[in-house]
């Protein structure tokens, strides 16, 4: 089952929430099952440039079922997928994209962070994933 806005709307919600809380504006995105944009929102201060590498990060994690930090790894020079960003119209392979599982390990979507150091785009993508799994519960 895709996501729903409504869905969409309380993890983009709670992301947004953790970056007031380490008071770091973001652009969070949210992403459907085929990695089409649901919502997006683009806090006051949020950094330009950060706003299409968010949508990617949602992309990238839809559409190859992993989170973008795990992606990286193995897209690591000698990684078993050394090059794989230039694929798919450019994948991004940092921290921040998190898939949104459904059930029956299906996809539902998957939320992109951007506008932060890495391990504050993973922090806050994480909230928003967290979100959707305890309304998913």
Not at 7 to 24: C, T
Not at 88 to 101: E, M, Y
Request: proline share 4%; no cysteine; net charge negative.
């Amino acid at each position: 089952m895709p996501i729903s806005l409504a869905d969409a709307k309380d993890v983009l919600d709670a992301a947004l929430s953790k970056a007031d809380e380490i008071g770091r504006p973001m652009n969070v995105a949210v992403v459907d099952g085929g990695g089409h944009l649901v919502a997006f929102a683009r806090q006051d201060g949020a950094k330009l440039g950060s706003i299409d590498i968010a949508v990617r990060k949602a992309r990238t994690a839809v559409l190859m079922a992993t989170t973008t930090e795990d992606l990286g790894a193995s897209a690591a020079p000698g990684g078993p997928l050394f090059g794989i960003e230039v694929t798919n119209g450019g994948l991004v392979i940092f921290g921040g994209g998190v898939p949104l599982p459904a059930a029956e390990g299906q996809i539902a979507g998957a939320i992109g962070v951007s506008a932060g150091t890495v391990e504050q785009d993973i922090q806050v993508a994480q909230a928003g994933a967290d979100a959707f799994a305890r309304r998913s519960a």
